[in-house]
């Protein structure tokens, strides 16, 4: 070593400044499920919230669409390597589904249909961070990206942004959730590249 090439010296020399280190850019929207796509029909979904003292609170679809929504645009991050910018969603913000239970929990796990499981500390999902998404580009969200609807937490690897999402369950613990326990990072920030424990 010790020799430098001109114009080899930075590996981010022209790299795109909203891009996390290792990722690069996707056109298109790859889908990434372990497992197979649950089909949730709007009448029959559900979705709740329950404290770590067993409160809950859950919305049916048609409850769901009557509270205020929000139309956000983010750029996302897969562990997978690909990131995908100006994503546009729309989505009831979390907050306004947590917001005032009476809860000591700092931890969440959310719970989807089908099975998976992904952690996160609470205070990730509110503060204008985290939605319960149902839209994608304008569009009723499809089922293979985890309609009809999923978690959209834009800040951390899109693996916690779990699809088809059924239940946020407040925890004062912080348990791994499906790709935690394999040994993927338990906050999973794509900026410091936690991508597994230990990062
Ligand atoms: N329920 C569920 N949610 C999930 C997954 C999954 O397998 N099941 N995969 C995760 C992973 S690893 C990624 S990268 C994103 C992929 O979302 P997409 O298929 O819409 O691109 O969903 C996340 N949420
Ligand atoms: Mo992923």
Known sequence: ???VTPGFTGRARGAN????????????FPV???????????ERWEFSVVTESGERR????????????????????????????????RGVPV????????????????????????NLP??????????IAYEYGGKPLTPEHGGPARLL???????????WVRELRLTTKDDP??????GYHDYGDPWREQRYQGD
Do not use: N
């Not at 400044?17 to 298109?28: C, K, S, T």
């Not at 983010?74 to 562990?79: K, W």
């Not at 609470?122 to 939605?131: I, R, V, Y």
């Not at 937490?153 to 699809?163: D, E, G, M």
């Open 32 to 42: 990434l499920t372990a497992g197979p796509t649950p089909r949730v029909s709007t």
């Open 177 to 182: 959730g499906f790709w935690e326990a394999s």
């Open 122 to 131: 609470l205070a990730d999902l509110l503060g204008g961070q985290a939605w």
């Open 1 to 3: 070593m010790g020799v």
């Open 17 to 28: 400044p909203r891009l996390p280190p290792g990722q690069y850019l996707a056109e298109e």
């Open 58 to 89: 859950s919305w049916s679809w048609p409850e769901l669409m009557a509270l205020p929504s929000e139309k956000i645009t983010v750029d996302i991050h897969c562990v997978t390597q690909w990131s995908k910018l100006d994503t546009r969603w």
């Open 95 to 118: 907050d306004s589904l947590v917001g005032d239970l009476d809860t000591a929990a700092d931890y969440v796990m959310a719970h989807s249909y089908g099975g998976y499981t992904t």
């Open 153 to 163: 937490v834009p800040h951390l690897y899109f693996w916690k942004s779990a699809k």
